[in-house]
């Protein structure tokens, strides 16, 4: 009660705050629409940037055939056939990155059941990351081949055996048909997998026919930035309450220090997912009348709610740490720029965060905001479900028992 | 009549630095018991340690029987406190601030509007109630800060430095309501100031806290009573324990003792929160006299010098005062 009383007291001072509010909430709004405005012209940009790959086919069959079908289908990766010599050339002339090498007898040890080995070669200074990509998307090609003709072999084997049956039963089982029928089946567990396994890859080409438009990467990094900055406002209003004597009256009140961090920690809550609430709103329904593509807001809901709830936590919690670091308005003004500014760029709120994994390798992990950025991206760009959210949630609130931690430790009372 | 607070040797230290130091003292029921100091003597840690702000580094308190250690909760709500910075939000009305800081005391409904009602009538600020903090002037600003204090109906009410910075209309208004409150409620009232007029004005009994110590307390009139008839200081050009021992002897002088010359520090401005200083030293010696019939001691210390042929170079008469007091018992000034 005492804490929802500090809360609404902090509210109705925002309120009256103008230049609080804009910052709030028309500012992060302005940021996206100049940002995407100016650089609208990228969205029409047709450049192939998924990653290339040399292939040498010296096998030529049918199953080779499927195999560089399968990994061109797959997504993120540009397929461009080749022959041994000038695969090689290209290779040491640093032409080229990688060259995948399909042997001669790919196809009749695939028909014998018998294994064989494809080769991945890349250069030595090759992206690490992109490689990896690489040989996960041809691994789960040749997986899916191998899948299909043990599937097809194994019921070929079954419809062997059928036929020795009585014939009443042999015109049930033809061989053909169950062969028809594990087609049918593998088709269909293709269109709807049991399993699904998506694989993330470096410079994201791998939908380009579901390209996000820039408006729509740049949303989820502002509304990370500008929630972020909330707890600018949490930050200040323990300052400013410390500084004009009202905080020593309510530590001489009955209420304990835990229901006063929290009812300082509540409106920054509130506001950073009414701000979630304004950005998203304005980016479904406004941007359209400024001539911006809505934005997408993914397929799952519930999974959006949860982790603007997640996030707006992370973020309050955050002004608790800054108000135990910074003991004047000067410091808070640092601590709040150094640490809300500085790790939201490091965190992938203006840079996107598969740039910057690329750029500053895992440094962007130690930033709340890279764990929020990720999570609204796999959302609302990647279209991804709960589940597979569930990591960038777990790291966001682990960021939030530490900033309690210690927040609480070096928060001075006195 | 019982005691409402009793405090037992509380300490509060900051590192090597103790800001208070073994404090002992009484405040009954229904009395309005003054805190008298400069500022930075340890007069607010001593308030903040028994509101519960800060926590004592040693000793205890007890309020309506109830320990600070171990009942903090029970005595958070007997307590009332005025703090001397302006605590409340300038962008809110007077209004709102007030039932912001009732819900906090866990009031609700038609009781917290009508307890704000109240107050605002005590601090005579009913017709601006709507209006916000920041429109109003410094005194209104003050009384609104204790109207806060009073929403509770504490038993104990705590009043630091409740003037600093008032126009003299405002501290009159601060005044009538202190001695309002305590003569028609009862309310007892731990009154701190660095003015001595509003404590020999407001308090029954006063305890004189300097550098974390209470050097003297008792009523006001066995207080100033250490000074008989007052002080004199003399200057000479030459002074002596013999000279000393002479003027002591001579009728209406009670003391006489070689003391550092009382140099009035220049003017302060109204609400000048400046450490009082230590009075410097020049080179012409002063003698310091308790008189017990001051003027009788003034025309006898005349006629002796001029008997003796010795040059006066600096007289100085110093009412029995509260402020006087103080000087007599530090060798400090109460700035103002």
Known sequence: MSAWSIAYKDLQILLKDRGSLFQLFMLPLVFILVVAGAFSGMDTNTADTRVPLSVVDLDGGQHAQALIEGIGQAGGVSVKLTNPSEGQAQLEAGEIQRLLTIPADFSSSVDQNISVILRLTNQNDADAQQTEAVKLVVEGAAQDLALEFQILASLQQMGEMMASSPPEFQRAFTVERIQQQARTQFEAAHMQPLVDVQQRVPLAGGEREQEPSFVQTSVPGFTVLFVFLAAQSTARSIHDEKKSGSFRRLLAAPISKASLLVGKTLPSFILALVQFGVIFFVGRVAFGWLGFPPISLGHDAIALILTAVVIAFCASTMGILIASLAHTEAQVGGVSTLLLWGLGIIGGSIIPTFILDRILGPLPRIAPHYWANRALDDLMLRNLPLPDILPELGFLLGFAALFIVIGLWRFDFE | ?336
């Open chain 2, 1 to 336: 009549m019982p005691a409402v607070l009793e405090v037992e040797k509380l300490v509060k230290k900051y590192g090597d630095f103790e800001a208070v130091k073994g404090i002992s003292f009484e405040v009954q029921e229904g009395e309005v018991f003054g805190l008298l100091g400069p500022n930075g003597a340890g007069k607010t840690q001593t308030i903040s340690m028994l509101t519960g702000v800060i926590a004592p580094t040693a000793g205890t308190a007890r309020i309506g029987g109830h320990d600070i250690h171990d009942e903090m909760s029970t005595v958070k709500k007997l307590n009332g406190l005025v703090p001397q910075d302006l605590a409340l939000y300038p962008t809110l009305s007077a209004r709102s601030n007030l039932e912001f800081f009732g819900r906090i005391y866990g009031l609700s409904g038609r009781e917290l509007k009508e307890r704000v009602a109240d107050v605002l009538r005590i601090v005579a600020l009913s017709e601006r109630a709507d209006q916000a903090v920041e429109t109003f002037s410094g005194g209104m600003k003050r009384r609104a800060n204790i109207a806060a204090g009073l929403l509770h109906q504490p038993r104990l009410l705590f009043l630091d430095e409740p003037t600093v910075g008032v126009d003299p209309q405002s501290r009159n208004h601060i005044f009538e309501s202190v001695m309002r409150l305590n003569r028609e409620r009862g309310m007892s009232i731990v009154y701190t100031s660095h003015y001595m007029e509003e404590v020999e004005l407001l308090c029954n009994r006063v305890a004189i806290i300097d550098e974390g110590r209470i050097i003297a307390m008792d009523t006001i009139k066995n207080l100033i009573a250490l000074l008989g008839g007052g002080i004199i200081h003399i200057g000479l050009e030459h002074v002596n324990e013999t000279l000393v021992r002479q003027l002591s002897a001579l009728p209406g002088v009670e003391s006489a003792e070689i003391t550092a010359p009382a140099v009035p520090p220049p003017p302060a401005g109204e609400g000048d929160l400046e450490l009082a200083e230590r009075e410097p030293v020049t080179a012409e010696p002063v003698i310091k006299l308790v008189a017990k019939n001051s003027q009788q001691a003034i025309v006898n210390v005349i006629n002796f010098l001029n008997d003796e042929n010795l040059t006066l170079t600096s007289l100085k008469i110093l009412e029995p005062n509260l402020e006087s007091v103080f000087l007599h018992l530090t060798g400090k000034k109460l700035r103002e």
